[in-house]
């Protein structure tokens, strides 16, 4: 797994393909950013932020003001690995990130998302 990559991920130029991903399988934008404000404590104000200084993955997450205790329930294969097993703590985050979106996309409830 490349990581270098992965760090210098924009989250600006990946957050309109998750809204892509889960708009076409009827979910809405919305609920996209209520997956990201729970997993990062990011609200609307600081999302856009984030989004308008273009900030890596790296950043994002180190900048979140604060991760979901309940973080560590997300569990899967994502892109061939297993999410809890990913020993970098910041791959691991844009992991739980991805797999939320992918749940999102795939019509998961919200709740069950959300690891209420």
Request: charged share 30%.
């Amino acid at each position: 797994m490349d990581k270098s990559r992965i760090y210098r991920l924009l989250f600006s130029s990946v957050y309109p393909l998750y809204i892509q991903k889960v708009e076409k399988k009827g979910r809405t934008v919305e609920e996209l950013n209520a997956i990201i404000y729970w997993l990062t404590g990011y609200n609307e104000q600081t999302l856009q932020q984030q989004i308008d200084l273009k900030n890596d993955f790296e950043t994002f997450f180190a900048q979140a003001p604060q991760m979901h205790p309940n973080a560590s329930k997300i569990t899967g294969v994502i892109c061939g690995y297993r999410v809890e097993d990913i020993e970098d703590k910041v791959v691991q985050q844009v992991r739980y990130l991805d797999k939320l979106v992918d749940e999102l996309a795939k019509g998961r409830k919200m709740e069950k998302i959300l690891r209420a």
